[in-house]
């Protein structure tokens, strides 16, 4: 069965520095990875996917199928990226999402 | 537009006791997704709807939970014999036909005492 591994609970970064949150997958074929936020008294939300490769609030993640690692990335964080960040994948057309078990991250002023 | 709505945000109930959760999708959305989250877990997957058909159960944890969507549109997570153990967050999400994005409800907060 799939499984993803988010290795931080927690992780605190200073603002203006990079911030980088790790996740990684077990899978033997090719999955659809996602990362999900939901910021503190919000509703679980999209922030992006690997098959639209886009940036979205300058987070990028780049699937690297030999590591079997989707990590999440800034360059600079802001004090509004304080979320819980969860990444997900799906698999074989299933649409049903296997979560990790989240990072918080906190931005410090 | 209205997000996915879930009713009631909290229910407290006794163990042994019998409890219905609702999800109301965002209309139009096919496919209706329940997934459970334990405090410090991410969310675990339940069940998937497409239409008014359980596309895929096999997250249900035993046969004391069970989801219907009469009409393709609400749905009805269906909880009998509560145990502690089923203490959670109740998560709905909801998706267009051919669409890769979940859109999330708040939740419904279950505890059983």
């Known amino acids: 069965a799939q499984r993803v591994t988010q290795p931080e609970k927690l992780l605190s970064v200073f603002k203006g520095a990079p911030v980088e949150l790790k996740c990684n997958y077990s899978?033997?074929?090719?999955?659809?990875l996602f990362w999900y936020v939901q910021y503190s008294r919000q509703r679980l939300q999209l922030l992006l996917r690997?098959?639209s490769r886009e940036s979205i609030k300058g987070f990028t993640a780049d699937l690297n199928k030999g590591e079997t690692s989707f990590h999440l990335k800034k360059p600079f964080a802001q004090e509004e990226d304080s979320a819980m960040y969860y990444c997900?994948?799906?698999?074989?057309?299933?649409?049903?999402?296997?979560f990790g078990t989240g990072t918080r991250l906190t931005i410090i002023p | 537009g209205a997000g996915v709505s879930q009713t009631p945000s909290n229910k407290v109930t006794e163990k042994g006791k019998y409890v219905e959760l609702r999800c109301d999708p965002i209309?139009?959305?096919?496919?209706l997704y329940w997934y459970r989250q334990s405090l410090g877990q991410g969310p675990e997957f339940l069940i998937y709807?497409?239409?008014?058909?359980?596309?895929?159960d096999s997250g249900l944890p035993n046969d004391r939970f069970f989801a219907v969507r009469p009409e393709g549109s609400v749905s009805t997570l269906k909880i009998q014999r509560t145990e502690r153990g089923d203490s959670a967050v109740y998560l709905c999400?909801?998706?267009?036909?051919?669409?890769?994005?979940?859109?999330f409800g708040p939740g419904t907060r279950l505890t059983v005492t």
């Open positions: 999400a909801s998706s267009p036909a051919g669409g890769k994005e979940q859109y």
């Open positions: 899978y033997s074929g090719s999955p659809e």
């Open positions: 690997h098959i």
């Open positions: 997900a994948l799906t698999v074989g057309g299933n649409e049903k999402l296997t």
């Open positions: 209309s139009g959305h096919t496919a």
């Open positions: 709807f497409q239409g008014t058909g359980a596309a895929d």
